[in-house]
């Protein structure tokens, strides 16, 4: 490390690991400690050796089980050999076995078991059991924003729904990060709280919809008119074909009633030949463009 002050900083944490013990409400400093951890006494404890007789440490508290009542050893009885930072603290024990799930609410048994095993009142343990169930269930909605926080940070624009989310209301309920999503994308300079974004994006995509349903409603006018001018069409179609047939039918009937009976008439399949045809009597008939 190269940081100003490390070593010293190093040099105090040190010490304090090798002389403390520090408990949930309490710690302790004993002069010549370091020769349990480190085997040797440290230069300050050397310094220092003969500046006060040797002392042991205060026993910590430990219950007893032969009184009626809920009380503790005198401190010229407690046990100090084998014990542990906090064993027989009541908060620190009781915390450690509901996060287990050895001590609830809903089990009156070990809460009785507990309270004779730690000696501390059952009524006492059921507001600390509340307290607790109240704080895990808050770190346990902590946790799950962030959870949520972090999976919308690594989202990109195209995974959110916009529009669905604008219809559930849960629009409102989304982080600045995400707002700011939509805003970059559609290029949106929008500075300010998370209200005035909010107010910006909902606006973008309400107008966004206007236009779209805008859009489609002319197309659909569009189709309808082309449906009705092909409708149109086809129906003059057939009425002129039905004239043009009418039509050809009497022209064929006059053309018939205009010859004479007996008279010849030459039919040739080649079309565009004109020819002049006489009659038995020998008048000329009518020019023809035989066809």
């Keep these: ?147 949520k926080r972090s999976a919308q940070a690594g989202k990109k624009y195209e995974d959110f729904d916009w529009v669905a989310m604008l219809e559930d209301g849960s629009l409102t309920k989304q982080t600045i990060a995400v707002l700011d999503k939509y805003l970059r994308h559609h290029n949106i300079d929008c500075q300010g709280r998370k209200k005035a974004k909010l107010n910006e994006v909902q606006r973008h995509i309400t107008n966004h919809l206007a236009v779209t349903q805008n859009l489609r409603e002319q197309d659909s006018d569009t189709d309808e008119s082309e449906e009705d001018e092909v409708v149109t069409c086809d129906e003059y179609d057939e009425e002129e074909d039905i004239l043009a047939e009418i039509g050809s039918v009497e022209n064929e009937e006059e053309e018939y009633e205009e010859h004479e009976e007996g008279d010849e008439i030459l039919y040739l399949e080649d079309h565009g030949i004109t020819m002049y045809v006489t009659t038995r009597s020998g008048r000329n008939a009518t020019r023809f463009l035989l066809c």
Aim: glycine share 6%; aromatic share 10%; net charge positive.
């Design 1 to 147: 490390m190269t940081l100003p002050g490390c070593n010293y900083l190093k040099k105090i944490y040190t010490f304090i690991d090798a002389h403390f013990i520090i408990g949930e409400m309490f710690l302790e400093y004993f002069k010549g400690s370091c020769v349990n951890t480190t085997g040797t006494l440290c230069d300050y404890c050397s310094l220092n050796e003969k500046c006060c007789p040797g002392i042991d440490r205060v026993p910590r508290p430990f219950p007893d089980y032969e009184s009626t009542g809920l009380h503790y050893l005198p401190m010229n009885k407690t046990p100090m050999a084998n014990r542990i930072t906090d064993d027989f603290h009541p908060r620190v024990q009781l915390k450690k076995a509901y996060v287990l799930g050895e001590c609830t609410l809903d089990n009156p048994n070990k809460i009785l078991e507990f309270s004779k095993k730690f000696v501390v009142g059952q009524k006492c343990l059921g507001n600390i059991l509340h307290t607790y169930s109240e704080e895990l269930k808050k770190d346990k909605r902590k946790k799950e924003r962030a959870e």
